[in-house]
């Protein structure tokens, strides 16, 4: 029987999903054994989100955490994705059939809540056959994993991801969308977007930090090749001091791509949780390369020099999501962001 315990034990598996910068754009609605998983206008669309896109790949690691959860409790159900095109905001239909299967994904299931980011480094090496393993989970007939761990395909995956977030410190909008959710005052987590302790910013730096958070200051700062500093930081030294780079990437560039790009990278991170295995995600490239319009005029070599990187690693074009991986012994001691109260969550 769906009772309303169930009904908030499957809602509670689905918002621990990553999301970008923690924005959680999803809202819920139950009608009867039905749920309904919507995107949440009041939190998406913004610069990085064109045509939804983020939030399109955040609510496809939502729905494989629904499916993942009502897997490991047997519980039957149908997914039915994109099923109205009139309504773009609906992603998806869980259908629950009431019947009864054998559980399974009870390891993954488990993980749930234990997945976290984390952007500390460096991260130590691990058995290859544990990124073999990973690249299984990423590689399905709707998605690609790539290897970019090492020789030239490490390079130009630092190229592309050096570029990409040196540009979010060197564009107006850009920047301010970023440091919009940073959240510098929240030392205990914050329930959405992002803190420090979280974003892993090391004490000393973070009055800097906190100073480019101001564009005029930034844009000052960007004269003295600040903006590749923190692109430097932040992407090529962790990547350089991680054994593992990994790029899943959807087949087709549409919707459902997206949605089951998100998926996959759920199924796979937590796989690599459940390994003793820690993740940072970087989706800038990616996002870059298919959301042009984001990009001024002037920062247009910068792009199409990202653009190319991206085709040499993934010649379908389809961009797609870097995950650095690797072994953190500190990994107690990383912050893991929160989630909004779960009544927000439900529509109305």
């Known amino acids: 029987m769906l009772t309303q315990k169930l009904k908030s034990d499957i809602i509670s598996a689905a918002i621990l999903a990553p999301s970008a910068d923690n924005s959680q754009p999803w809202i819920f609605d139950w009608q009867d054994s039905t749920l309904l998983l919507r995107i949440d206008a009041t939190r998406s669309g913004s610069i990085s989100d064109t045509n939804y896109l983020l939030s399109d790949i955040a609510s496809g690691s939502c729905l494989e955490n629904i499916h993942i959860f009502l ?114 005052n929240d030392k205990e987590g914050a329930q959405e977007g992002m803190d420090l302790r979280s974003l892993n910013i090391e004490p000393f730096a973070r009055p800097i930090f906190k100073l480019a958070s101001n564009w005029p200051t930034m844009a000052w700062l960007n004269k003295l090749g600040m903006s590749y500093v923190f692109g430097y930081r932040s992407t090529v030294l962790p990547t350089k001091l991680s054994p593992t780079l990994l790029l899943i990437s959807p087949k087709e560039n549409s919707r459902q791509g997206a949605i089951s790009l998100g998926r996959i990278l759920e199924r796979c991170w937590l796989s690599a949780t459940a390994m003793g295995l820690s993740v940072q995600v970087y989706a800038a490239p990616g996002v870059f390369t298919r959301n042009h319009a984001t990009i001024p005029n002037e920062h247009a070599t910068t792009l199409q020099q990202i653009t190319e990187s991206m085709l040499t690693l993934n010649p379908a074009g389809t961009g797609g999501l870097f995950l650095r991986i690797g072994i953190d012994k500190h990994s107690s001691n990383n912050a893991r962001t929160r989630r909004r109260n779960l009544t927000d969550f439900i529509n109305k």
Do not use: Y
């Open 71 to 184: 897997a490991s409790l047997g519980i039957e159900h149908n997914i039915e994705i994109l099923p109205n095109l009139d309504d773009p905001l609906l992603i998806a239909k869980v259908q629950l059939t009431g019947r009864s299967i054998l559980p399974a994904e009870a390891t993954l299931a488990s993980m749930i809540p234990l997945r976290q980011s984390n952007r500390r480094f460096p991260f130590t090496p691990h058995a290859k056959r544990l990124t073999q393993k990973l690249l299984e989970s990423a590689s399905t007939p709707l998605t690609e994993a790539i290897d970019c761990s090492n020789g030239m395909q490490k390079k130009v995956a630092c190229r592309a991801l050096f570029k990409a977030e040196s540009l979010r410190f060197q564009i107006k909008h850009v920047h301010e969308e970023l440091f919009k959710t940073v959240r510098f």
